[in-house]
Every structure is written in structure tokens, then in C-alpha cells.
């Protein structure tokens, strides 16, 4: 497997997406996007602290009963940890977050907010947003310090040979210079 990362900062404004690849063992590969919420407060800290805390449970998981179980474990530990930064702070935050697992020709992942994964340019998460009647956009479904609500969609696909995953933020997909742009590519 191969991968590259590129992100960029949206017009007059800080970078508030994070990610993270890394190589775990057994030949998996664990890659992670956050996308801070607009109109909170520290969006990019939300993202480094969802990113980290992640990554950081998947690596260190104990052999869980399923990925399903591993996935929703490192969520409500990395959506704990931002609500004790929003306390700790006095400001609320969040992110949308996404979790792309790749092993054995699988791929499993979760998206809550609006980070799609997609293979082959095919999109397998859906978007968690709520449009109301002026354009204004509102994630329903994110990592804000209060709980991880639930059903969790969490996909496991089966990949063929030749497979490309795109992990990218809605600035990217959207094409918008003035949001943050954020793309991970995994390919075989």
C-alpha cells in the first residue's frame, strides 16, 4: 500500500483539519481525518485531539470483539477527551472525524459529520448534515464532548485489486477556496 496527504487552510483562516496515517502491524494501515466545526471555538485543537486519540486507542486496543466494538471504543474516548478540553477551556468545540482501517483486502470505516471515504470513486459513508432553509449547514452527527450518538454506520467493504481510497474534507469535495481542503489517497 501506498499514500499520500496534502491539506490546505481555507481563506483567512488557520488549518482546522488534522490526519493522521501510520502503519500498524500485520500489514494494516490505520488513517484518521478531522475537520474542526465551524461557528465553535477551536476547531483545530478539537481535530488534534480526535486524530490523536484515535490513533492512539486503535494502535494500543487490546484484541477487541469486533472492529465495530474497536471503532465506537476510540470515538467516545477521543469525544471524552474533547469535552474535558471544552471544560478545562471554557469553550465549546468539535469536528467531524473519519476512521479508514485497511487489512486482508478489507476496508472498514466510520465517518461522523461530513469527511467522506470513498473507493473507487465510489462514496461509502454519508454525509451527517442538516441544510435549513437559508443555506446555513449543521452537522448532525460529530465528536463535540457529549456523547457519540448513536447508531454508529460503521462500513466494511471488500476491496478488489487495483483499489483507490480517498479520504478528503468538504472542502475538498465541495471544491471551496475559502473552507480548509483535506485529501488522504491509499492506494494497493
Request: proline share 2%; hydrophobic share 40%; with cysteine.
Amino acid at each position: 500500500m501506498t499514500y499520500t496527504q496534502h491539506s490546505r487552510a481555507g481563506k483567512a483562516k488557520e488549518n482546522e483539519d488534522r490526519m493522521m496515517v501510520t502503519s500498524l502491524s500485520q500489514g494494516r494501515l490505520l488513517a484518521v481525518m478531522a475537520d474542526g466545526m465551524g461557528g465553535l471555538d477551536n476547531g483545530e485543537i478539537a481535530s488534534e485531539i480526535a486524530v490523536n486519540s484515535i490513533a492512539l486507542n486503535i494502535q494500543n486496543a487490546k484484541i477487541p470483539t469486533s472492529i465495530d466494538e474497536l471503532f465506537i471504543n476510540a470515538l467516545e474516548k477521543a469525544d471524552h477527551e474533547i469535552s474535558c478540553e471544552s471544560s478545562r477551556v471554557g469553550l465549546k468545540m468539535g469536528c467531524a472525524v473519519a476512521i479508514v482501517l485497511i487489512e486482508d483486502n478489507t476496508l472498514d470505516c466510520v465517518s461522523l459529520g461530513n469527511i467522506r471515504v470513498m473507493c473507487n470513486d465510489i462514496v461509502l459513508t454519508e454525509d451527517n448534515v442538516y441544510v435549513d432553509s437559508v443555506g446555513g449547514t449543521y452537522l448532525t452527527n460529530s465528536l463535540r464532548g457529549r456523547g457519540v450518538k448513536k447508531p454508529v454506520r460503521i462500513i466494511h467493504y471488500p476491496l478488489q485489486a487495483g483499489w483507490h481510497v480517498r479520504i478528503c474534507s468538504d472542502g475538498f469535495y465541495n471544491s471551496d477556496e475559502t473552507d480548509d481542503a483535506s485529501v488522504i489517497d491509499i492506494m494497493e
